[in-house]
């Protein structure tokens, strides 16, 4: 384990934690698996089934960011972390094992010094393809509130363009 970017992913965090050390850990491993290092770009995509911990681990070790486009959320509720190196088109998805129990300061220790990863976590192939690149959409004022909003956001609504929190969705029931 590298300590200068555990460190660096603690004083990001905010306190060290089992949570930060997953994201931590599946970071490193997808710089082996896949090739990669900190991404400048969107070069490397990591797509996070959870918004816990884990993921401040995957901004500062890979550089994935929300604002990049490079970090996207599908949660699901699982500590599991997709990972993607648009130059290879190569994928992996790393799933966290049910681990033994332990106290957190050993759970942490063990997450990322344990030098068998497939003791942590499963090591996967996603299901589902690298999505597009980021894209810079035209701002639209909404009709109702006023407010500039993406083009992609906008509802058509009685005729008028509208932002998601003044729409009025419809809904069945499904």
Request: with cysteine; hydrophobic share 35%.
């Amino acid at each position: 384990m590298n300590q200068k970017l555990w460190e660096k992913s603690v004083e990001f965090h905010g306190h060290h934690c089992p949570g930060l050390a997953i994201g931590v850990r599946a970071s490193q491993e997808a710089i082996k698996a896949l090739n990669v290092s900190f991404s400048e770009d969107e070069d490397v995509v990591c797509i996070t089934e959870n918004d816990a911990c884990g993921v401040d681990g995957v901004q500062v070790i890979l550089g994935c960011s929300v604002g990049k486009g490079n970090l996207l959320f599908r949660n699901r509720g699982k500590q599991a972390f997709s990972f993607f190196n648009r130059n290879t088109g190569e994928k992996l998805r790393l799933v966290l094992k049910a681990l033994p129990e332990m106290e957190r300061d050993e759970m942490e220790a063990y997450i990322l010094n344990e030098p068998d990863a497939s003791k942590i976590f499963d090591f996967k192939t996603p299901d589902y393809e690298l999505p597009e690149r980021a894209r810079i959409f035209q701002s639209v004022i909404c009709e109702e509130c006023g407010e500039k909003t993406a083009e992609h956001m906008i509802r058509l609504e009685n005729g008028k363009k509208v932002c998601v929190d003044c729409s009025n969705p419809y809904t069945r029931g499904f």
